[in-house]
């Protein structure tokens, strides 16, 4: 069920009667017709005329993604984007053997049928209004009422996500409401449509009251999303609260890494890392040449200084970095050496913070989750660093903790392109306010 607070009442009642999924397929299937007839009108210079094909193509379509879940997987948010894809191509696969068996049996030309150019255009139309139709998903929260969640959990847990929430807040805006795992009155039937839920996020419970789980399964039944309380945190903060890992066996806590350390996914981020290095070397080698140059005649030599720090699961190596060079700490570029560590494969363009093994320690003796980070080859920057300034207390390091294991959760090619652009521009915002202040 869709959460729609401050609807009108009648906008409501319709939402009542036509469930997200069935709206979803409605919205694909007029994404699809205009796309297809705006195709044909920028090709021919009009608009097709009337015919069977497509009023039979476009509904059939439809129909097998409605029928292979891809609406309601949209709808609760947990359809990937391969999962698209594959039932895409499915669903295009059944249509083009429907009409071919449709044909054959009829008698008609296949030839001179799929010859009038409706199929193709129309399939390639499907393709494009999924990719609208996600993009309307993805960012729904941007133009609809925030979400409203029942979160169950337990007091420990409620007091960790409490203050994660007023720490940095939701950037998915929603609004909660609390209920014990335990211990509270059985789940009303009727809390849904009375609170106007998108879902329920639950906690690491060993085990609900059957009570509950009944009524938890005859909810999403009626398309509420349940989730267990970490993803919904991931999802709605973009971070990991360090304390909701703390009930996770170490191999579950490695499980869940087991993407981002996968030997193709290693593969391609040091092939994107070692290009990108190269390229950045070979630009900035002679600027930075001369920049060392004019210091040293002004009084002011660059130095260069290796610092002894922990790598990925918690190998050693010399870190680089400018020493004796204030200016270029303040506008972030006294760590560019570092990028002689990327092209070694010691260090990542994107990546939690390295830390030498001092610091390691300290920061493990605070929050044993700071184990975790050696789990990803530390980076020149990160998910975890381009929110704000360098952590100072123990608050902040626990605030970047937790997007750090975002990161070693969700990290992709996409993600780091991402990190590296945020930081691009505050780099380029820093330079520019900087010359502006002198």
């Known amino acids: 069920m869709m959460f729609f607070l401050n609807y009108p009442r009648s906008l ?3 939402t009542l009667l036509f469930p997200q999924p069935l709206r979803l397929s409605l919205l694909d299937a007029n994404l699809l017709t205009l796309i297809w007839l705006s195709m044909h009108k920028l090709r021919f210079g009009e608009l097709p005329p009337f015919s069977r094909g497509p009023l039979v193509v476009i509904p059939l379509l439809v129909a097998l993604q409605w029928l292979l879940g891809t609406y309601t997987g949209l709808a609760q948010q947990t359809l990937s984007i391969q999962q698209q894809v594959n ?19 009829s008698g008609l030309s296949l030839d001179a049928t799929i010859g009038r150019g409706f199929l193709l255009p129309v399939l390639i139309s499907g393709a494009l209004s999924g990719v609208l139709l996600r993009l309307v998903v993805v960012s729904r929260h941007l133009w609809q009422p925030q979400q409203r969640w029942l979160i169950l959990a337990k007091s420990r847990e409620r007091k960790l996500l409490a203050e994660e929430l ?8 929603a609004a909660v409401e609390w209920r014990p795992l335990a211990g509270a009155a059985p789940l009303p039937a009727l809390l849904p449509s009375l609170l106007q839920l998108q879902g329920v996020a639950i906690g690491n419970a060993a085990e609900l009251p059957k009570g509950d789980t009944t009524q938890l399964l005859l909810w999403q039944r009626q398309g509420l999303v349940l989730e267990p309380l970490l993803e919904w945190a991931e999802t709605h903060l973009h971070r990991s609260p360090p304390g909701l890992l703390d009930d996770k066996t170490w191999a579950e806590q490695v499980s869940s890494r087991q993407g981002l350390r996968s030997p193709q996914n290693l593969r391609l981020k040091r092939l994107f890392d070692l290009g990108l290095s190269v390229a950045l070397l070979a630009l ?20 260069l200084r290796q610092q002894l720090c922990l790598g990925l699961d918690g190998e050693p ?9 204030r200016r270029l700490e303040r506008l972030g570029l006294s760590a560019l050496p570092q990028l002689i560590n990327v092209f070694h494969g010691e260090m990542s363009l994107v990546g939690p913070r390295p830390v030498t093994p001092r610091q390691q320690a300290e920061l493990e003796a605070l929050e044993p989750a700071f184990a975790m980070r050696l789990h990803c080859k530390p980076g020149m920057t990160g998910w975890g660093r381009i929110s704000g300034p360098a952590p100072r207390t123990a608050d902040a390091q626990r605030w970047e903790l937790g997007r750090d294991l975002y990161y070693l959760r969700h990290g992709s090619v996409g993600l780091d392109m991402g990190v590296l652009g945020r ?15 002198e």
């Open 284 to 303: 900035l080698g002679v600027p930075l040449g001369l920049l060392a140059l004019a210091m040293r005649l002004a009084g002011y030599p660059l130095e």
């Open 423 to 437: 930081a691009c521009a505050s780099l380029i915002w820093k330079l520019i306010s900087g010359g502006c202040r």
């Open 317 to 325: 190596f010399r870190q680089w970095r400018f020493t004796r060079a």
């Open 87 to 105: 039932r895409f191509l499915t669903a295009a696969a059944l249509v083009i053997l429907a009409v071919v068996i449709g044909y054959r049996i």
């Open 166 to 173: 007023e720490r940095g807040g939701c950037e998915v805006p």
């Open 12 to 14: 409501r009642n319709a």
